[in-house]
């Protein structure tokens, strides 16, 4: 079985009000600059978890190499919105719904994620059409085990 990529979607909670320099700082964070003088009212984030619980690679010299063998990455979307405290309930419902917008956006991207993956050619190389065994790095007592075998990361 080749790769497979599983994606799904947690349903976007009710926005979070905080304070504007909190806002800011999430901005800041995600990589928005904020011209001098400007001010951000709300910030949606999105954070892509993945679970690579069910790939499966075989390895050798003592663990030190790995090849990707099968398996299902799974990544999930999550996002949070956040708004401003200092917004007027009816500015914080016009800026919950533009910000809404780019919930449904990133959503619309989770949906062709795995074709944009395939694309990426380390990606490639790596999971979907390997053809050599890329070096691992070792902690604990994995280094102790040696021979070629399959193992669950």
Known sequence: MPLRVQTSI???GEPLLED???IEDLAEAQGSIIPAGGTVVGIT???IRSDQTGLQYSTRNHDSEFIFNTGTLHLTLRQEIHLSEGLSPCARTIWLQHELKHVRDNEAIMSRIDAELRKD???NDILVAP???RARALSGD???????????F
């Open 20 to 22: 504007p320099a909190v």
């Open 10 to 12: 947690t349903p976007t």
């Open 45 to 47: 984030v999105p954070i």
């Open 121 to 123: 050619q380390e990606f």
């Open 131 to 133: 053809t050599e065994w």
């Open 142 to 152: 994995a280094a102790e085990h040696s021979g070629d075998r399959q193992r669950r």
